[in-house]
């Protein structure tokens, strides 16, 4: 079945960084649009960025522009996003996304940045 395992969420401090990776199995990776979203507490999930199946189109949300690194990895099934310059509104629990006939998400990762 499809499974989206997502990694590498903590506690940082502003302006730290964090790597997270989310691996892909039960559907062939390299043929879908891959994104992460992030839900913080009381708000809704949203759109953090978006990798076409091959990597050649790439979207950022505004507020994270700059700072966030979106790639894939389809020879490993494997979604990764670079994060720099955290701050503490980019607190929340970040989600990697298939998106499949059915959307299928992972369990999520918490990332916190706090001094």
């Known amino acids: 079945q499809v499974q989206l395992v997502e990694s590498g969420g903590g506690l940082v401090q502003p302006g730290g960084s964090l790597r997270l990776s989310c691996a892909a199995s039960?559907?062939?990776?390299?043929?879908?649009?891959m994104s992460w979203y992030r839900q913080a507490p009381g708000k809704e999930r949203e759109l953090v960025a978006t990798?076409?199946?091959?990597?050649?189109?790439?979207y950022y949300a505004d507020s994270v522009k700059g700072r966030f690194t979106i790639s894939r990895d389809n020879a490993q099934n494997t979604l990764y996003l670079q994060m720099s310059s955290l701050k503490p509104e980019d607190t929340a629990v970040y989600y990697c996304?298939?998106?499949?006939?059915?959307?299928?998400w992972g369990q999520g990762t918490q990332v916190t940045v706090s001094s």
């Open positions: 996304n298939a998106r499949l006939t059915v959307p299928a």
């Open positions: 039960g559907f062939t990776f390299r043929w879908y649009v």
């Open positions: 990798i076409s199946n091959v990597g050649g189109s790439i």
